[in-house]
Structures are given as C-alpha cells and as structure tokens.
C-alpha cells in the first residue's frame, strides 16, 4: 500500500536543507548515528574546592560550572534528538511542535553569565609570553596554539592552602581554561584546548563580565547543526547541558531520581542530576537504543512534555548567578563566539516561557564562518555588524503576539496546522518484524494512518456521481484487503474495550462529537475509543441486495443539520475570527474551526469524507 503519509515537510519554505540533513537518510543502508564528544571524565577527576581559588571562580563568572560534575552520556538519546535538530531554525523538531535550548536553559542549568560582553577576539597572540604571564609556566608542546589537557591538570591540580597569591590565580585561570577545554568548548581532537581564550581570563573582573554562556550555546547551536547533517559522525559539545535540557522537558530517558532543589542554594540546577548520588533509571531508558527514543518522540503526546520547568517558585529558590541577566532570556538576537554567530529565536518556542505560541516570523540566515584558514583574524571586528545587534539585544524582547488571543486552544491549534505542513513528521526506521520485547508504536501509527488515508480515498472514488452495485462491491473488497495487509504488518495489540461490530440498519453518529476538551495528539479522549466500532466481518463472496448494506434512506434536512453542527457555530454562540499570529499582515487568514482540537487535526479529511458518503445517501 502506497505511503499517502508523508514524512515531510509538504511545505518546504521552511526546512530548506531536507535534501542534507541525516533524517533522510536513517533508512539508507550504512547509515551512522552521531557520537557525542565531551571530556567529562577528565573533568570529574579534578574536583576543586581550594577557597581561594573558588573565590577567584565567583569573581570570574566560573563557579555555577565548577559545581556541575558531567554526566555519563545517553549517546542514544542525544543521537535521537540530533536527528530532530533543525539548523534552519535553531530548533529541535517534535510532534508537538518545536523546542530549543534557551538562554534561559544555560543559565538555570549550568549558572554560566548570559547577559555581558561578548566573547570574542583574536586567535593569534605571542603565546610563550602570554603563557609565562599567566599562567607562570611555559607548556610543553605548544602546537597551532594549542596545549594538552593532561599538562594543566598534572600542573595545576594540586595547590596547597598556603599558597601565594600569584600561584592561586595562575590556578583558577588554568581551571578555567580546563573546562572551557574539557566541556564548555571541547575540541575534536579530545585532548587539547587552545590558548586564544587564556587572554581573556587575565582579569576576573572583565573576565566575570563576558556573556560565556552565550558563547557556550552558540558553540552548542553550531555544532547541533553541522552534526544533523549526513555523513557527521561526531558533535563535540556541550554535551551535558544537552542532556540534562533534554530530562528536565522530555519524558523518555529520564532517571527517576534526582536531588531536591531546595539543596541548591549554592550550585545551578543542573546538579540536582549530577549531585544526586547515584541517579536510577526505569524502563523510560534505553542507553544502547536509539530506535526507542526514535519512536518514543515520534508518538510523544503533549501531556508527556514539560514546556516549562523553570517555574517561578523554582528560580526564587535559585542563587543569584543563574537568574543574573534573566531580562535577556526572551531575546531574539545573535550568539557570538569567535568565528561562530548565530541567532536565538525564543519566538519559536514560546511555550518554554509560559505564553501562548504563534506562528513564527522566518529565521534569517547568517552566513556561517569557519576559523580554517583566518588564524590572524580579529573576529570582534570581523562580526562588528552581529555584535552590535547583540549590543541592542534588550530593545529585541519577544513577547506574545498581539494576534494571538487568550484562548490555548485556539492559539495551539492554529499554529499546529501550520507546524504539521512545514515540519519533518516521521524519524522512525521502518521495522518489518519488531522483536516480542519491544514494538514500536511509530510504525503501527504510521501504517493506520496510512490506511485510513486510503480508505479516505477509496470513498472519495465514490462521491462524484451515483456508484453501481458492481462499483460498490470492488472498492469496500479492495478496503477489505487493505486493511488486511495493515493487520499483517502491524504488531497485535490487546484491547480492553467491547468492540461490537457495526450494525448497518442504524445511523452511526461516532466521530462527530463536538468536543470541548482538547486532547493531545496520538492519544484519543475515553469517549473517542468508546465510540469507535469494529470494522465489519469479511465480506461475503455471495452477491448480496445493496439496500442491506446501506443504511436506510435519510432527508436532505437530517444531513444538512448533521454537517452544520460540526461546521458551523451554534446561534447562541458567537465566533470569534482567528488567523495566524505572525507578524506578516499580508499573510491569508484561514479560517479556524470550533472543536477542532491538535489531536484531531490529521483526521479533519477523514471526517469529512464521511460526510461526502452520507451525502450521496441521503440523494
């Protein structure tokens, strides 16, 4: 049977970069998934806790992070949430619409600074001299301005409490330039860090005033971006934000322990899972299958995400350094870090702020710079045009839109019927045989859906003039078959309501309740399951009279109150026109339909062609 359900996205106006991006090709033969690179382990042996050195870290900006221990890493969640990321629009992609990592996410989790001077320079300086300065020891091996990792920590990791001044503050900016090399910006090569970022950690207090978890999320927006395309096999990053962002908002890989916020009044919330001593994990985790979380996101239901972690009465409880510069948090603006620039776009993801979502202006495209090739550029003045952007990031607040009214639903479903058209909607690999101990419910949802769209257009077949009894007979065979080869595919799965089959000597009314609670997609309300009947036994292959299968004759006026009740509002209810919420004014409205909730905005053609039969019966 012919897939009439497109992965997508149908309108391409969005995703420009399908044709190269790795969810296209999940099911070519070959196919690699990601690996995730971020030094942790080394970074976990070095546990500082000198106070002196811990005061210069508050100075500098570096304490939140210094308390962050790394976590072992989900390489199977990450490589499923990869396959989601979207460079186009800095955004992970869900059935639910999208999700990012935010500012807001950086500075709650990991308490780097946000809000400051951004972090940018030159790459070339008189390294021997500028080691020897600040550091008071010239490395072994300098090579392309690069030191080992495993030199700052033999030198540097053991400091007695006595110890001069100068030897404390060579130690915190070794620290520094430790992390930033084992974590915050981790290199490829896995051992080394390069020295273009010692210079600005010469003073603290400059140093304390650099937005360094910008720069953190604009490395991590780059390299999210180059690994979700095809043929990438690494992303170093990170890592431990990604993680940690993804169990404070999805449902799957979660432990199911973690430390209590009210123990974080000295570190970031991110330690709530680092700290928790010893985190526990159900069946919600599968570390070494990355086709569960596949199918786990492809059916997420709405019910299963946490928009909003962060609530109010979580940040009160907070330290001050990880609301610091919160008012920049909705900014829509430019990231900056060296050679690497790209855009935060909150107003895609409004819902992680507790407002209502609309439909989104387009994301411009910022050309992207690599450092190959520019090792004397001064990127500060190479990116002027960007950095003065970020300078004017308080007067680029994102707000609700004015469009959008008070009405969740309304607004959800608005914006989910564009989302659905401009959205990859299936990542799953298709299984053929899924093993006992595990069935993917992606796949059966995508072969009913399947289904249900032929069946749609098999009735379609029908409408257009009056069918013979021959006509009759081949489609309802041929839905027969179809359907048949669905039960083939799809796993068994028990089912705990009374299906009774369907009795053709009545009108059926199920399926057009005018609901008034929303449900979430994927997941019908108990009354939708209660009112589903089963589908009626083969048919016979003796001819049989048509009037036993058609129900019996109905008015024209019995059909056309059916229909308008669906469609059209009550006269004691007035309409509110909506249309999307973009800042577009030129865009065409479309017309919003009451009691139409997410979950059912695959099925509104289904509906309806039911209703184009009922009309043929009843002329």
Same mark, same amino acid.
């Given at each position: 049977m012919a897939d009439l359900e497109e992965a997508g996205p149908v309108d391409e106006s969005v995703l420009t970069e399908q044709h190269l991006h790795r969810s296209s090709f999940i099911t070519t033969e070959g196919y690699r998934g990601v690996q995730f690179v971020e030094h942790g382990r080394k970074l976990n042996q070095w546990d500082m806790d000198h106070p002196a050195v811990l005061d210069l870290l508050r100075q500098s900006g570096f304490y939140g992070i210094s308390r962050l221990r790394r976590l072992q890493l989900d390489q199977s969640l990450l490589g499923a949430l990869v396959e989601r990321w979207r460079r186009e629009t800095q955004t992970f992609h869900f059935r639910h619409g999208e999700m990012t990592i935010t500012l807001q996410d950086v500075a709650v989790i990991s308490g780097l600074r946000v809000d400051g001077a951004p972090v940018t320079g030159t790459t070339q300086h008189p390294w021997i001299e500028i080691c020897q300065e600040l550091l008071g020891v010239v490395p072994d091996g300098i090579r392309a301005g690069q030191i080992r990792l495993d030199w700052i920590y033999q030198h540097f990791h053991h400091i007695h409490l006595d110890a001069p001044a100068g030897l404390v503050a060579a130690t915190a900016r070794a620290y520094m330039l430790y992390q930033i090399g084992c974590s915050l910006f981790p290199n490829p090569t896995g051992y080394r860090v390069h020295l273009k970022w010692l210079p600005l950690l010469a003073d603290f207090d400059a140093c304390g005033g650099l937005a360094w978890g910008s720069a953190a999320l604009a490395y991590l927006y780059r390299a999210l971006g180059t690994a979700s395309l095809k043929d990438k096999v690494?992303?170093?990053?990170?890592?431990?934000?990604?993680?940690?962002?993804?169990?404070?908002?999805?449902?799957?890989?979660?432990?199911?322990?973690?430390?209590?916020?009210?123990?974080?009044?000295?570190?970031?919330?991110?330690?709530?899972?680092?700290?928790?001593?010893?985190?526990?994990?159900?069946?919600?985790?599968?570390?070494?299958?990355?086709?569960?979380?596949?199918? @786990?996101?492809?059916? %997420?239901?709405?019910?299963?995400?946490?928009? $909003? &972690?962060?609530?109010?009465?979580? !940040?009160?409880?907070? =330290?001050?350094?990880?609301?610091?510069?919160?008012?920049?948090?909705?900014?829509?603006?430019?990231?900056?870090?060296?050679?690497?620039?790209?855009?935060?776009?909150?107003?895609?993801?409004?819902?992680?702020?507790?407002?209502?979502?609309?439909?989104?202006?387009?994301?411009?495209?910022?050309?992207?710079?690599?450092?190959?090739?520019?090792?004397?550029?001064?990127?500060?003045?190479?990116?002027?045009?960007?950095?003065?952007?970020?300078?004017?990031?308080?007067?680029?607040?994102?707000?609700?839109?004015?469009?959008?009214?008070?009405?969740?639903?309304?607004?959800?479903?608005?914006?989910? @019927?564009?989302?659905? %058209?401009?959205?990859?909607?299936?990542?799953? $690999? &298709?299984?053929?045989?899924?093993? !006992?101990?595990?069935? =993917?419910?992606?796949?059966?949802?995508?072969?009913?859906?399947?289904?249900?769209?032929?069946?749609?257009?098999?009735?379609?077949?029908?409408?257009?003039?009056?069918?013979?009894?021959?006509?009759?007979?081949?489609?309802?065979?041929?839905?027969?078959?179809?359907?048949?080869?669905?039960?083939?595919?799809?796993?068994?799965?028990?089912?705990?309501?009374?299906i009774r089959g369907r009795d053709f000597g009545h009108a059926s009314t199920s399926g057009h309740h005018h609901r008034q609670t929303p449900t979430s997609a994927g997941s019908p309300s108990p009354s939708d399951v209660a009112d589903i009947p089963a589908a009626p036994e083969r048919f016979p292959t003796r001819p049989l009279d048509l009037d036993l299968l058609l129900p019996p004759p109905v008015s024209r006026d019995h059909f056309t109150f059916v229909y308008s009740r669906r469609h059209a509002a009550s006269s004691s209810q007035a309409r509110r026109t909506s249309r999307p919420a973009t800042i577009d004014e030129t865009q065409a409205i479309p017309e919003h339909r009451e009691g139409v909730m997410i979950g059912d905005l695959d099925a509104m053609a289904d509906i309806e062609a039911i209703d184009d039969i009922l009309l043929l019966i009843s002329l």
């Open positions: 690494e992303c170093c990053c990170f890592a431990t934000l990604v993680q940690i962002w993804a169990w404070d908002h999805l449902h799957v890989g979660r432990p199911t322990g973690v430390g209590a916020i009210a123990d974080m009044a000295d570190c970031p919330l991110g330690c709530r899972w680092t700290n928790a001593g010893g985190l526990r994990f159900g069946a919600n985790v599968r570390t070494t299958d990355i086709e569960f979380y596949r199918d @786990e996101l492809d059916q %997420q239901r709405e019910t299963q995400i946490t928009w $909003r &972690p962060y609530t109010d009465a979580v !940040l009160e409880v907070l =330290p001050a350094f990880c609301v610091q510069g919160s008012e920049v948090w909705r900014s829509r603006t430019t990231l900056i870090c060296f050679h690497i620039v790209e855009l935060h776009v909150p107003d895609r993801v409004l819902r992680q702020f507790g407002l209502l979502q609309h439909i989104p202006i387009h994301v411009e495209t910022i050309r992207r710079f690599t450092s190959q090739g520019r090792p004397d550029e001064h990127w500060g003045h190479f990116h002027a045009a960007h950095i003065e952007r970020w300078g004017q990031r308080l007067q680029a607040i994102i707000d609700q839109h004015l469009i959008v009214g008070d009405d969740p639903v309304q607004a959800t479903s608005i914006y989910m @019927e564009w989302y659905w %058209q401009i959205t990859r909607r299936w990542i799953s $690999r &298709p299984v053929q045989r899924p093993p !006992l101990t595990y069935q =993917p419910r992606g796949q059966t949802e995508r072969a009913l859906v399947d289904a249900i769209r032929q069946t749609q257009y098999s009735i379609r077949s029908l409408v257009h003039d009056r069918p013979s009894y021959d006509a009759v007979m081949e489609v309802l065979t041929g839905i027969d078959i179809d359907l048949d080869s669905v039960l083939e595919y799809i796993p068994t799965i028990p089912v705990a309501t009374d």
